[in-house]
């Protein structure tokens, strides 16, 4: 059963910001928004997802547009692209920057970004609480690469007419949990590729249920 989140019931509404850093001589770009009333000195989720950051409309899908992140920090970050130099940069900064819940961050990745992003979960799993693929799955069925992800909770959401991208969402929840990695699989009834009825609060209450306390 999924937990509904509360939220604020004034008309205020958070903005997405863009913001860059320095790293080695490059700017870096990308684009945060913060919960209502956010209070720099509180400790939130932080959950990061696949966008070039172009553009004002170029954000991750599963929150785009979103007026209330629920108490959610959310990024947006070209994860997909696998510089885990670049990336592990970027959330040095941000743990600098916030107050983000046990110093790790949730991701989402979907269809052709995902197997890049479950590498990158792979190869640097200390930074992350959580990997939801919406519809995602890892690229590989190599057990030993799937246990980096130990440490890591793996959710897959998927919907039942979306038969290619199911079923390799089972086959991989089924290696990962023999490889003792903590995964779920949820199957959305009647539900396509694009998840679209889960934009916005459906998404960030699956990921709220990852939270570790």
């Given amino acids: 059963m999924l937990v509904s989140l509360s939220c604020s019931c004034t008309a205020q509404t958070s903005k997405r910001v863009f913001k860059s850093f320095d790293y080695q ?3 870096l770009t990308y684009s945060i928004q913060l919960p209502q009333d956010f209070d720099p000195d509180k400790t939130y989720p932080v959950a990061i997802g696949p966008s070039e950051v172009a553009s004002q409309d ?15 920090i959310l990024l947006d ?7 885990t130099s670049e990336v592990s940069a970027f ?12 110093n790790k961050f949730h991701t989402i990745c979907f269809s052709a ?6 590498r990158l ?11 939801t693929g919406m519809a995602g799955n890892p690229g590989t069925r190599d057990g030993n690469q799937l246990k980096k992800l130990k440490g890591v909770q793996v959710r897959f959401v998927v919907g039942d007419k979306d038969t290619y991208w ?27 590729h694009v998840l679209t009825d889960l934009v916005g609060e459906g998404t960030l209450t699956r990921m709220h249920k ?3 306390k």
């Fill in 25 to 27: 001589g490059k700017k």
């Fill in 58 to 72: 170029d954000q991750t899908f599963y929150w785009k547009g979103v007026k209330d992140t629920y108490g959610w």
């Fill in 77 to 83: 970050f070209p994860i997909y692209q696998g510089n």
């Fill in 91 to 102: 959330l040095d900064h941000i743990n600098m920057n916030y107050q983000v819940e046990g």
């Fill in 113 to 118: 970004n995902s197997a890049s992003i479950f």
């Fill in 121 to 131: 979960a792979m190869d640097m799993p200390e930074y992350f609480h959580s990997i």
């Fill in 166 to 192: 199911m079923n390799a969402a089972k086959d991989r929840h089924a290696r990962l949990l023999e490889a003792g990695v903590d995964s779920q699989i949820e199957i959305i009834k009647n539900g396509k």
């Fill in 210 to 212: 990852l939270r570790k």
